[in-house]
């Protein structure tokens, strides 16, 4: 069977455990030499196939890449660029297709969330039409956890873990000083339009008083006469008030609480800060002394204390989508799919694209308790398997050890191009 190249590249935010997955694929595609020759990887994801600059997976040892699996980042460079549509944009699709022509790159393997999956079959449609033979295979990720289809988001049980033990480890700060100091911590984590790493937080409490006496979901409209007497009774009967909200929370109008006014490269709008919007409510409203902290990066960088369930399940959605690309399944995701929740067990099926691309996840209204402040018992069992689990990195002099790599590039064969 005559050999061809691969081409991986890494897409959007990245997580803890995206680097499990690029190991995944390059250790299924090293398995496979007789059928793929060299990987490459694009450098700052698919900015690096449209430049040309690509980077020559070959040259790394075997122990190099298995670092990868505890190392967070993006080893290979991401980015937040998307490809429009075909038709207003045909020649950097066609510019794909060149560079890989160039390089004998047949098979695509693209890490990302939603808009990835949009431009993985999109990419996928073109090097049909234009009769080039290319397998392209979205590699999910996201700690969003809106992915369709699959049970849940590689990235997403990493997150969930970091989110309910900053919760659990704070509210015994604001616990311990209540009496003559601080009465309400508010957390603001990231969920642009759904509310899945806010419902971890709930889980480091469950019985009666325990925090967090408050969760804001972007699924629930934000009522905040509501909200301020939650908190104001909370505080009043224990003491004090921990509060987790998601960066989407937002108004019946669907504006957000911390709307900056500006939007990003995807065209969704830069929030610019729930928990002190939130926070200046409370000391407006209730007059009550307050801290607040926004988790971002260290939530999605938190290798540390990845979930090991998560980790798994990113390397197994890359080595899947190898084997998938093989069987000449073209255009679909592995998708992770649950068969019990006590005991917790899961297999690897796949998604054709069409049914993911362009499609979110929110949080079911079942998930969700009936005062919109909390989670239910169902959402619970559906999260608590996804943050079991510990693979700490390597330490060396009391701090994590991480992938080394070479990252070197490949001679281009092209004449340059301009994005």
């Not at 070197?408 to 191009?417: G, I, N, S, W, Y």
């Amino acid at each position: 069977m005559a050999q061809h190249n691969a081409f991986y590249a890494q897409s959007g935010g990245v997580t803890a455990v995206i680097n499990a997955s690029a190991c995944g694929v390059i250790e299924a595609c090293r398995r496979e030499s007789d059928r793929i020759g060299k990987v490459y990887a694009g450098h700052n994801g698919i900015i690096g196939a449209l430049t040309e600059d690509l980077i020559d997976v070959s040259q790394e040892s075997d122990a190099a890449i298995a670092a990868l699996r505890h190392t967070p980042g993006g080893a290979f460079g991401s980015c937040r660029y998307k490809l429009k549509d075909i038709e207003t944009h045909r020649t950097q699709y066609e510019r794909l297709i060149e560079v890989f022509k160039a390089h004998d790159i047949r098979y695509f393997f693209y890490n990302g969330g939603g808009d990835s999956a949009d431009t993985c079959l999109k990419v996928s449609q073109l090097s049909e039409k234009l009769g080039y033979p290319l397998t392209a295979i979205h590699v999910p990720k996201t700690i969003d956890n809106d992915l369709p289809i699959t049970d849940n988001s590689p990235g997403f049980g990493s997150v969930a873990k970091y989110i309910a033990t900053s919760t659990l480890e704070a509210s015994l700060d604001i616990a311990s000083m209540c009496a003559t100091s601080t009465k309400v911590f508010v957390l603001e984590v990231m969920g642009r339009h759904a509310g899945w790493i806010a419902a971890a937080g709930a889980l480091a409490g469950q019985g009666e008083g325990e925090p967090p006496h408050l969760v804001i979901f972007p699924e629930v409209d934000f009522d905040r006469a509501a909200v301020m007497a939650r908190i104001d009774e909370a505080v009043k009967k224990y003491g004090y008030c921990v509060i987790v909200v998601s960066e989407g929370a937002r108004y019946p109008d669907g504006t957000f609480l911390a709307d900056s006014g500006n939007t990003d490269v995807f065209g969704h709008r830069q929030l610019g800060g729930v928990a002190p919007t939130l926070a200046g409510m409370v000391k407006q409203d209730l007059g009550y002394k307050y801290h607040w902290a926004v988790a971002d990066y260290l939530q999605r960088a938190a290798r540390h204390l990845a979930s090991k369930t998560d980790l798994e399940q990113s390397y197994a959605v890359g080595k899947k989508a190898v084997e998938l690309a093989l069987e000449g399944k073209n255009a679909m995701m592995p998708t992770i799919k649950r068969i019990s929740d006590s005991p917790y067990e899961w297999r690897i099926d796949a998604a054709p694209l069409a049914e993911v691309a362009n499609r979110e996840k929110f949080m079911p209204r079942d998930f969700i308790r009936e005062d919109g402040f909390g989670i239910t018992p169902a959402c619970r069992r559906y999260l608590q398997p996804l943050i079991e689990g510990e693979e700490f990195p390597p330490f060396k002099d009391g701090l994590p050890q991480v992938a080394k790599l070479k990252l070197a590039k490949v001679e281009r064969k092209l004449p340059e191009f301009k994005l």
